[in-house]
């Protein structure tokens, strides 16, 4: 086989899609899921985020527990539940743990996906344990897996160009391994468009490689693309390289190239790659099934990363909607679980429609 990386994108493109079709046929996986984004304290300071506040300043405020059971009672049917949040200082593990339990007493049929690298290197330090330590805590409160965030780009030295306050490489795959070795799968993440080269891109790979081929742990990849609308990052790189609408069609190039590389160089130990509408749009999303991917997603019936970055696609896709869109691409819709299961409800609009709106769970 040649090599992916010397490859020209209509080939890469055209390889990429090929094994994709030998690994998932013409099935496009989506799940059920909303956000629960509980915090917009945070005390890291990312360049490339518009959601985290300083301490002190104006927005920076964490709910309560019940607000956040309340909001995720809105749409009681959704299988997985997102949790994370800013690294705010104020938050002792306790109340972790005990939204966590607050979540699972109110909704147990639910995911929860739930807290970060960077959050759990956060309370290591507040509660002065080992990340082994605190993963098991979490998984015995009832979290069921992890998201791979605060991955950014997997080098240090891109780390500390875009948030010098990033917990190190070294770390992230300490924590994340903890987590796999405690039965906690996660997802994987790979950020992109901003300062990163090519080769950043190849040992971030190299890095996802390494330790799935370890731990086996890896659900899936999602490439993240940058939203430079709203943020420090984005500011200063669209004035390097001569406006928003040319760092607009970098992004867009990077993304044409990345999935594909991504199917090709990790799709035989992470063979899930997840686009993003939220990222590219429902349109971009969809070509993007051309590119590698066999997996849409999520509903995400609350999303308030991207948007306070000025993401211009919105929040909120109902199944509906995703798995027409699927088919009006020419592939086969179906849902999912979190780790990739078949999922165990499928509820209709009308079902939906008698839910409650705040409040209580749905048996599933």
């Not at 490859?7 to 690994?23: C, H, N, V």
């Not at 994370?84 to 929860?112: S, W």
Request: aromatic content about 6%; hydrophobic content about 40%.
């Amino acid at each position: 086989m040649k090599n992916p990386w010397m490859m020209k994108g209509p080939e890469l493109r055209e390889e990429a899609l090929m094994q994709t079709r030998k690994q998932h046929g013409r099935v496009v996986t989506y799940v059920v899921n909303r956000n629960a984004n509980f915090s917009r304290v945070c005390s890291v300071g990312c360049s490339f985020c518009g959601f985290g506040k300083r301490p002190g300043t104006l927005g920076a405020t964490s709910d309560t527990i019940d607000e956040v059971v309340g909001r995720v009672g809105q749409t009681p049917w959704v299988t997985e539940i997102c949790l994370q949040g800013g690294i705010d200082p104020g938050l002792t593990p306790e109340y972790y743990f005990d939204l966590v339990r607050a979540l699972r007493e109110a909704f147990p049929k639910m995911h929860l996906h739930a807290f970060s690298p960077m959050e759990i290197d956060s309370l290591c330090e507040k509660a002065g344990c080992e990340p082994e330590e605190m993963v098991a805590k979490l998984r015995g409160a009832g979290v069921g897996s992890i998201p791979g965030t605060a991955a950014e780009i997997l080098v240090d030295e891109v780390r500390r160009k875009i948030s010098r306050n990033k917990l190190p490489v070294a770390r992230w795959v300490q924590i994340v391994r903890a987590a796999h070795r405690a039965g906690l799968r996660s997802s994987a993440t790979v950020m992109f468009g901003h300062v990163e080269s090519w080769e950043d891109i190849r040992a971030h790979f190299t890095v996802l490689r390494l330790l799935q081929e370890e731990t086996g742990g890896f659900t899936e990849l999602v490439p993240l693309a940058f939203v430079p609308y709203q943020n420090r990052l984005g500011a200063i790189l669209a004035r390097r390289v001569g406006g928003i609408r040319v760092l607009e069609e970098k992004i867009r190039r990077r993304a044409r190239r990345l999935y594909p590389l991504a199917r090709m160089v990790l799709g035989d130990v992470i063979p899930n790659l997840q686009t993003s509408w939220v990222k590219l749009g429902v349109e971009g999303a969809l070509e993007s099934l051309s590119w590698g991917c066999n997996d849409f997603g999520g509903t995400l019936y609350e999303e308030s990363i991207t948007k306070a970055s000025g993401g211009k696609h919105g929040e909120r896709l109902e199944p509906e909607v995703i798995e027409a869109a699927i088919r009006g691409a020419g592939y086969e819709s179906r849902q999912r679980s979190t780790l990739y299961g078949r999922a165990e409800n499928r509820i209709s609009l009308v079902e939906k429609s008698c839910q409650p709106t705040t409040g209580g769970h749905l048996a599933l």
